[in-house]
């Protein structure tokens, strides 16, 4: 350790000297030396980070990268083009301007803003120091003008971008107002060992998917907007050495689990919100740094690691006295402890400490009074026990005389320079007798109180008696509903939409974007806006009902849905349920204007008959736009691509925007529907919550989709194409049965993932697939894996406007959704990740071939 500490001094004498040139310098083992110098000397930067400005660090962690400049060659070319894409993420930072237009390798182009660090051919470091420091108070989950990114910012877009750096270990992204929760999907930035993204608007919580990034060793997100409690999972991240979370939101107790932490050497949390008990932190035998003042902490002080150097615990609620193992801390050099209610007689050996400098105990509750022969250790330059209690005499070792130790000791009650102490009686404690008294008041307060408890407990008890007996009727219709879904809050947003900003703002900003908000229709308003239910305003008709295209009185084209409803539901019941559906906004969801409930609707036979008003869609459905022919109205594999990505950020909110999911959402493409600026919108979602009597079987065979469901019908479109029902005797039997085992199969699972992989399997084949999906599942379907088959199944468009590249991502998310093993089949999360991946990828061919 010598040697090694030998080195690293070397080393910054010879950055100070000005050399520039780095080489690679190989340990006996094999490894690489240049790395290990890189950890000992972020180790050494905590040791000084205190006495620093956020400016000067920055210096310092610059310097530190410059030691794993490696031999650099020739970047290769799309790498590069990852990075201009970044750039324009990042919407063209002044700070990257020199990279416009260069010729030169962007690894031989460096600024004290901007550093790009490359090895063999692949860029290893990327860090970036913007201007846009974050100055607000108050963070909504939305964009600000002139200070963060702009809307049209991507988290999901701009992480995709980063992953195609699969080389990267460092990154630093400062002040650039990059906004939106910290991404789950940087996990897939498996090379990455230092992480900081401080200074930006990232709020939510860390995501635990950070411990699958097991070379992880520093993550740094200071001054942002993170919220929730403190994670419980850092103790999975095995080689975690730094952790800097300061000004941040954070709040709720700290997590026992931090002490499985061994290799943490630095652990800043300062100005957060961190309540509760503070654990044993003597187990993190390797923390040199350790700050987590401007907090709600309220115990007594932790028992410290003795190779401690910092501890800053200041502006808390600590009690109790400073712990006896506190003079054994030998390598503490700064401790403060100030703005804290410790109590009693501080420790003598505290101050003859042999490496203390700084020592601040001030604004406590601290007294008696410290020995006139009290030793101060000789590199103690600071010591501040002002506003306490402290009685006596001030000790000579801490006289203002000396010229090299500053001491602060105002509002005590010392016999020294009594003009700024308080009188004797103000530092007295408080006679034992006067604690008996209050103790005994305290007690008949308790017992009032509690008296008082009991008697509301009991008045409560027989109120909900009451309740139980005079609405019991009320009560039993809950439970017509699932257990799952009467959690969620009828009359507001469910408490975990409230707790995530961006789900709960983006459903109240659509409400104001010339949508009206949800709202109960009259009956009478829908037969005159339908012409009485004419039979020239019928879209189509499903095993559910029909659907009709009508206009209201202020003019607005609306599509009416109606749906038959079991009578098992009563009227309160189903209008909980549409409630729940009411919910669902999205910017890829067709939106829902309102509903009617009525009883003796048209064409009454018994059943409850229920109209969904939806915002009316003129330009078609996704099929019919697969089907287009003509050059300006073909839809390219970009298009398809935007498509597929709308809908799958559509589904995805359907399955988490509220608790409990809405799944088996009837997901074909006929029920995608684009407006004029062919932004896609999904329809028919979400009926299963009030539509539950669908024929069992077919819902399985149309879920597959093998048959096309009369429910599938676009009835946006004026086009009635009734060739598109296929008869029960139409269907071969080796087909059926094998539509019967994927049913079996899905019996349970309501798997939209599944449905969708057939969606991706059209937007591949175009719409001649429809007319194929026997052979395709039978025979075909081999033939995706092989580059020089695929021209037998793609549509040429398909083939003529996409890359290689990012066509064979989408082919292998595709196999993997329609997979008969459910167990097997990815996450929608994954499906969206590789569709903007591949989005990405065909961004950048597209921008490869224009040049």
């Known amino acids: 350790m010598t040697t090694l500490r030998n080195e690293v001094f070397e080393t910054i004498e010879t950055v100070n000297r000005g050399t520039t040139h780095w080489s690679v310098a190989t340990t006996p083992d094999g490894g690489d030396r240049i790395s290990t110098l890189f950890i000992a000397i972020l180790a050494l930067q905590f040791s000084i980070l205190t006495f620093m400005g956020s400016s000067s660090f920055f210096v310092i962690l610059s310097i530190s990268w410059s030691f794993m400049i490696l031999g650099t060659h020739q970047l290769q070319p799309s790498q590069k083009q990852v990075l201009l894409q970044l750039r324009k993420q990042l919407e063209y930072p002044k700070q990257l301007d020199m990279w416009y237009n260069s010729s030169t390798d962007l690894c031989f182009l460096s600024s004290p803003e901007v550093n790009v660090t490359c090895q063999d051919n692949f860029v290893t470091e990327l860090r970036i120091l913007g201007d846009r420091p974050n100055k607000v108070r108050n963070f909504g989950g939305f964009a600000i003008p002139s200070q963060s990114l702009s809307e049209n910012f991507s988290m999901d877009s701009f992480v995709a ?247 602060k000791y105002s509002g005590n009650c010392l016999l020294t320079d009594l003009k700024d102490q308080h009188a004797e009686t103000y530092c007295t404690e408080t006679p034992l007798v006067k604690k008996e008294s209050g103790g005994k008041n305290v007690g008949v307060t308790i017992g009032v109180i509690g008296g008082f408890f009991i008697l509301l407990v009991l008045l409560a008890f027989g109120f909900l008696v009451l309740c139980r007996r005079c609405f019991r009727r009320g009560t039993s219709e809950q439970h017509l509903l699932h257990n799952s879904v009467q959690n969620i809050s009828v009359t507001g947003f469910p408490s975990e939409l409230l707790t995530n900003a961006r789900f709960f703002t983006d459903a109240a900003k659509l409400g104001t974007q010339g949508i009206p908000v949800h709202r109960l229709f009259s009956f009478s308003e829908l037969k005159e806006a339908t012409n009485n239910f004419d039979k020239s305003t019928v879209l189509g008709e499903g095993s559910n009902g029909k659907l009709y295209k009508g206009r209201l009185e202020n003019g607005i084209q609306v599509a009416i849905r109606q749906l038959t409803v079991s009578r098992k539901y009563t009227t309160r019941n189903l209008k909980l349920r549409l409630d729940l559906l009411a919910k669902l906004r999205h910017p890829h969801l067709v939106c829902l204007l309102g509903h009617c409930v009525d009883g003796e609707g048209f064409e009454d036979a018994g059943p409850n008959k229920v109209y969904l008003v939806y915002e009316y869609i003129a330009n078609g459905n996704y099929r019919t736009h697969l089907s287009e022919k003509t050059p300006q109205k073909v839809i390219n594999w970009s298009d398809r691509l935007a498509v597929l990505i709308g809908i799958a950020k559509a589904i995805h909110f359907l399955h988490t925007g509220l608790i409990p999911g809405f799944f088996n959402n009837r997901l074909k493409t006929n029920n995608i529907l684009l407006n004029e600026h062919r932004m896609a919108k999904l329809s028919d979602y979400g009926l299963s919550i009030v539509a539950e009597e669908i024929d069992e079987p077919e819902v399985c065979i149309s879920d597959v989709g093998f048959s096309v469901d009369l429910d599938i019908i676009s009835y946006f479109s004026n086009d009635y194409d009734s060739s598109s029902y296929v008869g029960e005797t139409r269907r071969p039997r080796l087909l059926l049965t094998y539509v019967t085992y994927i049913c079996r199969q899905m019996k349970s699972l309501e798997d939209d993932v599944f449905s969708f992989g057939f969606i991706l399997l059209e937007s591949l084949a175009g719409p001649s697939f429809s007319a194929r999906k026997e052979a395709f599942l039978l025979s075909e379907r081999a033939s995706l894996g092989s580059e020089e088959d695929r021209g037998q199944f793609v549509d040429p468009i398909v083939l003529a406007s996409c890359s290689q590249e990012s066509l064979s991502i989408v082919i292998s998310i595709t196999n993997k959704c329609i997979t008969s093993e459910s167990s097997a089949r990815p996450s929608l999360e994954d499906v969206l990740w590789n569709l903007q991946y591949a989005a990405q990828v065909q961004e950048t061919a597209d921008g490869d071939q224009k040049t």
């Open 161 to 407: 971008t980063l992953s195609r750096l699969t080389s990267l270990r460092g990154l630093s992204l400062i002040s650039l107002g990059i906004w939106g929760p910290v991404p789950e999907k940087l996990y897939r930035l498996s090379s990455l060992e230092f992480f900081d993204w401080s200074w930006n608007f990232m709020f939510g919580s860390i995501p635990p998917t950070f411990s699958r990034m097991v070379k992880l060793q520093s993550i740094t997100l200071d001054g942002n907007f993170l919220n929730g409690s403190f994670p419980s999972w850092f103790d999975s991240v095995p080689n975690l050495t730094s952790l800097s979370l300061k000004q941040n939101r954070i709040s709720g107790s700290f997590p026992s689990s931090i002490q499985k932490v061994s290799s943490l050497i630095y652990l800043a949390l300062s100005n957060n919100e961190i309540s509760g008990n503070l654990p044993d932190l003597s187990s993190l035998t390797s923390l040199l740094v350790l700050d987590l003042s401007d907090n709600l902490i309220h115990s007594k002080l932790p028992s410290l690691p003795k190779g401690l150097v910092m501890a800053f615990l200041g502006n808390n609620s600590f009690s109790g006295k400073i712990p006896q193992p506190y003079t054994q801390l030998h390598h503490l050099q700064q401790l403060d402890l100030s703005f804290n209610s410790l109590q009693g007689t501080p420790p003598t050996a505290i101050f003859a400490l042999p490496n203390i400098t700084t020592l601040n105990l001030a604004s406590n509750m601290l007294s008696g009074s410290l020995p006139n022969h009290l030793s101060c250790g000789s590199k103690l330059g600071l010591v501040d026990i002002s506003n306490n209690r402290l009685r006596g005499s001030l000790p000579s070792c801490l006289s203002i005389a000396l010229d090299n130790r500053a001491v």
